[in-house]
Structures are given as C-alpha cells and as structure tokens.
C-alpha cells in the first residue's frame, strides 16, 4: 500500500497579490504547475498531483479570486494576462526552472498565453479540454474570424443569472438545474465522480461580482444583444480581449500534449455555452442564422501550425479527464512529462 499524501498550503507573495499554492510534502524533482479552469479552484487537481511518478514536483496555484488567493480584480481589456501575469511571477519567486505546464478549460488558454509570453520559461505543455485559443463565444470558422467587430455574443452578459445568484449564495444543493452541483453534474462530467462534495465546495470559493465573476455585462446592437466588458474573467476570455493567434512565431517551441474528452459540452464545435449554437438549435431565440464557434476545430487549426503536438481523446468522458478517466488521463500525463 502507497503511503498517503500530504498536501501543503502556502502563500506566496509576488508583486501583483499573494498566490495560494499547494505542493505534496517531500515531492521534489523537475516542477509541474497546474493550472485549475473557470469556477474551481487547485483542489480539481489533487489526485494528479498525488500520481505524479516520482521526479516530478506538483505545484497548483488558486488563481487571483478563486481559492485561497487574494481576490484583486480582473482586468479584461488585458485577456488573460492578469492569470498568466501573476503566474509568472510566481514562477520567478518560487526560483523554479524551466516548468511543465497543465492547464484545463479557462486554465488551458493562461497557459497558451504564459507560453506565448515566455516560451523559454516553458519545458512543455499539456492542455486538458482548453479553451478556444480564439476566446469563449463570437468567432467564427477554425481561423477565428469575428462574427461581429465588437465581439456579440461573449462576455460576462452571456452567462445564466441565476447561477451566478446560486453561486453567490453558497448554494450545496442540487434542487435546481441552475445550482452549482447541477451544473458540476450535467456539465462539468459526462458520468458520476467520486468525491464531488469537494469538487462543488471548491467551486463555491469563486468571488462573485463586476470585477471577479462573470464581470460586467455590455449590450451590442447585434443578435444576441450582449457584448464583452472591461471587468471579469468572461469579459476576460472574449475573442476581442484573447487571442493567440501567432504561436507558431515563438521560439522555443515546447511539446504540447492535447488531451480531451470525447463527450465535452462547454468546449465543443457544438458548445451548449455557445450562445450561436444555443441560437442555432432555437434555445435563444431571434438567430439570424449565427454559425457556433468551432472551438476544437480552432485549437487543432492553431496547433497544427505550431508544430510539436499530440491530441489525445477520451471517449465517454466529458469536460474533466483528469477526475473522470484518472487512470488514463494520469498515464498520458505522465509518459509528456517524463519523455520531455
């Protein structure tokens, strides 16, 4: 029987906040810094850190508002460059070399933007179901085009308000479709996982608010009548804020591992967060027709200009590998860290 594993907390100091990070007591070896998604917070990677083959030392940090780390603003005019800034630094005082990166979702595109940013701090990348490298909503076709100039139908104003009122609230139940465990049930997975207690409990760290989540709502006179704000990690993730479309250009170029599950319904070419593709099947109404924004098709399209990249897919499996095929998720991550 393995010995059992502690987790440590610490907070870091940086010049931009103070990072809560979690670390596996007496793992040492080269880093693996994981990079949690939207509405979660490290705890989503605590059985991948524990799985790590020896060699390697898990580090996960809570992003700025999410977990124990400070909640300063998010500044969305900036893309994701608030998350990738701060992580950066936090590379920087940690004194850590050359770090593999594992981002999923919302963390999958701050690690893009951090190998964009500084490739040579990069030893290689792994997404996990990341977000479009065009942004949540309003694109079009795998080169990302906009649909509209402003960026209609992305953005903080997208987002199901009674959710958010839900989240706010600290609401544990799963009464109703629109509560934080509904939503982790339906969406988050495509079957039952174990320990979901822990998994909802974190999402309720997420702050609430115009600065924090979703951010602040803007209006278009395009269908569907809402556009990105300044404010908040949605406006944040909005084609006209992110976008990282030369990441053929940087040197050096790190390997990056690819993995998905099959059965994805927030990032999909078919996305049931995808206000066009919610228009399409007449969830919204008034579509003049928008064509949904093909996220997978987007990421493959960016990467294979890249050069060095593996995808791989994992079948019955939804937006979370890592919590719902462990076993395969853990020997795919496993077999990019060590051959890098």
Not at 8 to 30: I, M, S
Not at 52 to 70: E, M, N
Not at 105 to 133: E, H, K, W, Y
Not at 202 to 228: F, Q
Request: proline share 9%.
């Amino acid at each position: 029987m393995s010995a059992p594993v502690s987790f440590v907390a610490t907070r870091v100091t940086t010049p931009r906040l103070t990072q809560n990070v979690v670390t596996v007591e007496g793992r040492t070896g080269a880093p693996v810094l994981f990079v949690h998604g939207n509405v979660s917070s490290s705890a989503f990677w605590h059985t991948s850190m524990a799985a790590l083959p020896d060699g390697l030392r898990p580090i996960a940090v809570d992003l700025r508002g999410f977990g124990g780390t400070d909640p300063e603003p998010i500044d969305a005019t900036r893309g994701l460059r608030d998350f990738s800034d701060d992580l950066l630094e936090l590379v920087d005082a940690l004194e850590l070399p050359a770090v593999h990166l594992v981002g999923w979702s919302l963390g999958g595109g701050i690690v893009l933007q951090m190998l964009r940013d500084r490739p040579a701090a990069v030893r290689s990348v792994t997404l996990v179901n990341p977000v479009s490298p065009y942004g949540f909503g309003g694109t079009e076709g795998p080169d990302g085009r906009l649909t509209h100039p402003d960026g209609a139908g992305s953005g903080a104003g997208a987002v199901n308000p009674e959710f958010v009122a839900r989240l706010e609230g600290g609401d544990l139940s799963d009464e109703d479709p629109a509560s934080p465990r509904s939503v982790f049930r339906s969406t988050y997975v495509a079957s039952p996982v174990d320990d979901e207690d822990r998994y909802v409990a974190a999402m309720l760290t997420t702050r609430v608010g115009e600065d924090h989540y979703p951010g602040d709502a803007a209006t278009s006179a395009a269908w569907p009548g809402v556009a990105p704000g300044r404010r908040g990690v949605l406006n944040a993730l909005a084609p006209t804020r992110f976008r990282i479309d030369d990441l053929h250009e940087i040197t050096p170029k790190p390997p990056v591992l690819w993995i998905r599950g099959a059965d994805d319904v927030i990032v999909s070419d078919t996305s049931l967060f995808d206000l066009a593709h919610l228009g399409a099947i007449g969830v919204v109404p008034g579509s003049p027709g928008t064509p949904a924004q093909p996220m997978i098709a987007q990421t493959r399209a960016v990467l294979e200009r890249y050069g060095p990249y593996r995808e791989a897919v994992l079948d019955k499996c939804g937006h979370s590998p890592h919590l719902e095929r462990p076993d395969d998720f853990h020997r795919l991550l496993a077999r990019h860290l060590l051959e890098t």
